[in-house]
Structures are given as C-alpha cells and as structure tokens.
C-alpha cells in the first residue's frame, strides 16, 4: 500500500496571500495524483486530477504541480470559501488507493 | 448532473452488519467504477472498494474480508455490507465515482453517519 504523507497539517493563511500545500507518496505515483477540498459537514470536491489538471468549475487561482513521488497544491490568492481542508489522494496502477492525512488552511 | 445519494440506518450495534445504499440518479450507472469512502469522525479519508457495473469489485485488504460491494444496474443503485462490526467502523460513509478504474473521484454523495454503538 503506498502511504501518502501531506504538510503541513495546519497552514495558517491571511486572505489574499498564497498557499502551498504538499504531499509526498512513499512510492512513485507517476502522475495519478488527485487533490480534494472538504469543507466541514460537507463531502470533498475534487479539484485537480492527473497532478495538475483542474476540474470543471474550478478556479484558476488552484494548480497542481509534480509528478513521481512529490507534489504541490498552490492557492495564488486565497479567498474566504478556500479555507477548509485538503487531501491528496494516489490512483496510480492498483488499488488499494490511498490518501494524505489532510492539510487545514486557516484564517491567519 | 449525476447525482449519488447514501441511504441506511445511521446506528448499528457491535459485532452485527451495516447496510448501505448509493442510489445514482442523472446518468448511469454502466460503464463507471463506483467506490465507498469512508471517514471516522475528525480523522481522514479510507478507500473501502469500488464495483464496476459489470460487478467486478476490489476491497481494500485493511478491513480483512469484512466488506461486500454489490450492484443493481436495473435501480442504478450499488450497496455495502460491513460486517461484524466495531465502533472503529463509526465513521461517514460516502459513495463516489470514477470514470475508469485508474482514474480519481469526480462526483461523490453527501455522506452519510453511521454510528456503532449498543
């Protein structure tokens, strides 16, 4: 089972900065790499597959980067409906698929 | 828009089987990979297995055999079984699904609790 590992877990942020989240796969994923948003009491939504390409509706202010084993999640400019929790989540050759522990940004 | 719904009891007692439902409206069910996802309360999230339509199916190994996934293509409906249950096995549980097998997960439902407890 491949171990997906995120930091920070928590990310404090002022509105209007830049975040960058990361997530590490203990073995090459290639680039089936997923990253979700959660807000509380709600399911998550996805919003980058395939590393670094967006979903439908999702903004432009989200990109993805990486491939292999390390990867980045960067909100440009964070707006107040980007806090809340995001996971990364590996699909690469067979299940069983695994996500990260999950990374909390934060109002600053 | 495809949309999923989870239905089934929210409280079940330890060492009996707990039920789900994940009905699938605005599309069909064929010719997709639908999963369930799990998440115990505060933590993250557990892939527990996914059906094709076809009914070919894969379990995650870490419930050890404990999980069943079926499907019903003729109510667009796909279902699952915990059995011998813990309240470790308290969590929300989601239903999700994938365009191909090595693909992520484009639309989930809403989640539903289901609580282990006597």
């Known amino acids: 089972e491949i171990e997906m590992t995120q930091s920070p877990a928590t990310l404090s942020v002022s509105p209007g900065e830049r975040a960058t989240l990361s997530c590490r796969a203990s073995q090459s994923v290639s680039r089936n790499l997923a990253w979700y948003q959660q807000h509380p009491g709600q399911a998550p939504r996805l919003l980058i597959s395939?590393?670094?390409t967006r979903a439908t509706g999702i903004p432009a202010r989200f990109s993805g980067n990486g491939s292999g084993t390390e990867f980045t999640l960067t909100i440009s400019s964070l707006q107040s409906e980007d806090f809340a929790i995001y996971y990364c989540?590996?699909?690469?050759?067979?299940?069983?698929?695994?996500f990260g522990q999950g990374t909390k940004v934060e109002i600053k | 828009q495809v949309q999923l719904q989870e239905s089934g009891p929210g409280l079940v007692k330890p060492s009996e089987t707990l039920s789900l439902t994940c009905t699938v409206s605005g599309g069909s069910i064929s010719y997709y990979y639908w999963s369930w996802i799990r998440q115990p309360p505060g933590q993250g999230l557990q892939w527990i297995g996914y059906?094709?339509?076809?009914?070919?199916?894969m379990n995650n190994p870490s419930l050890k055999g404990r999980a069943t996934i079926s499907v019903d293509t003729s109510k667009n409906q796909f279902s699952l079984k915990v059995r011998s249950v813990t309240p470790a096995d308290t969590a929300v549980y989601y239903c999700?699904?994938?365009?191909?097998?090595?693909?992520?997960?484009?639309?989930w439902g809403q989640g539903t609790l289901v609580t282990v407890s006597s």
């Open positions: 059906i094709y339509f076809s009914g070919n199916t």
């Open positions: 395939g590393a670094s």
């Open positions: 999700a699904r994938s365009q191909w097998l090595v693909s992520e997960f484009d639309h």
């Open positions: 989540q590996h699909y690469n050759n067979w299940p069983p698929w695994t």
